[in-house]
């Protein structure tokens, strides 16, 4: 079975950094593009980034793009979120999930791309 666990969220001030983590078993992960998600109450999971399993290809949600980064360490089945510069619109609960077919080997940004999740970590970010 397939789990995914996050780590790492806390309460942090505005122009803070913060890391993330997800570690995923269950099975290998060979070929899976790994992102990121957030969620506020009351609407809907948004993207935030993603990689593919070659580490070749990011992609970032337009309000991080230049404060997080997304990385993974294959052999540990690990991959982070580094994230700076952070502003209290960051606040969410934070999702890592797997895409494990990737079509064409393209990042998905959608939510109906991936198929497992974890149980999220929540961030809050204070003026």
């Known amino acids: 079975q397939v789990q995914l666990v996050e780590r790492g969220g806390g309460l942090v001030q505005a122009g803070d950094s913060l890391r993330l983590s997800c570690a995923a078993s269950g099975r290998t992960f060979s070929g899976y593009v790994m992102g990121w998600f957030r969620e506020v109450t009351g609407k809907e999971r948004e993207f935030v980034a993603a990689?593919?399993?070659?580490?070749?290809?990011?992609y970032y949600a337009d309000p991080v793009r230049g404060r997080f980064t997304i990385s993974r360490d294959n052999a540990k089945n690990t991959v982070y979120l580094q994230m700076n510069s952070l502003k209290p619109e960051d606040t969410a609960v934070y999702y890592c999930a797997a895409d494990r077919n990737p079509t064409f080997g393209v990042i998905g940004a959608r939510r109906a791309d991936y198929d497992y999740w974890g149980q999220g970590t929540q961030v809050t970010v204070s003026s």
């Open positions: 990689i593919t399993w070659s580490r070749d290809s990011t």
